[in-house]
């Protein structure tokens, strides 16, 4: 079995920095793509930043130039570190993984349970 599980949410002041990290574990036989995404109420759920094997990232619009996205292969994880929040950062941001198990031929998506942020104005 895999799992996904992201820790560091919470709630912060407009401007303030939060650091997001998730972890996948189990029976993972490769480990692709990993990446954030946010869902606001009554909003669809939205890329944030996602981050190739490679190192390769790409970033949401209103991502760019606050957050950056990291990931460690070794350990598995993936970070979200965000700067100069505003209050529309507002969302539960899940961790979000492409990961090929053993016994498996192909990959699958994997997503986590969430984690709140609140930003205060």
């Known amino acids: 079995q895999v799992q996904v599980v992201e820790s560091g949410g919470g709630l912060v002041q407009a401007g303030e920095s939060l650091r997001l990290s998730c972890a996948a574990s189990?029976?993972?036989?490769?480990?692709?793509?990993m990446g954030w995404y946010r869902q606001a109420p009554g909003k669809p759920r939205l890329l944030v930043a996602r981050i190739t094997s490679g190192g390769d990232t790409k970033y949401a619009d209103s991502a760019k130039g606050r957050f950056t996205i990291s990931r460690d292969n070794a350990k598995n994880t993936v970070s979200l570190q965000m700067s100069s929040l505003k209050p529309e950062d507002t969302a539960v941001y899940v961790c979000y993984a492409e990961i090929r198990a053993y016994g498996f031929s192909s990959t699958a998506g994997y997503w986590g349970q969430g984690t709140q942020v609140t930003v205060s104005s």
């Open positions: 189990g029976t993972i036989f490769s480990l692709d793509a």
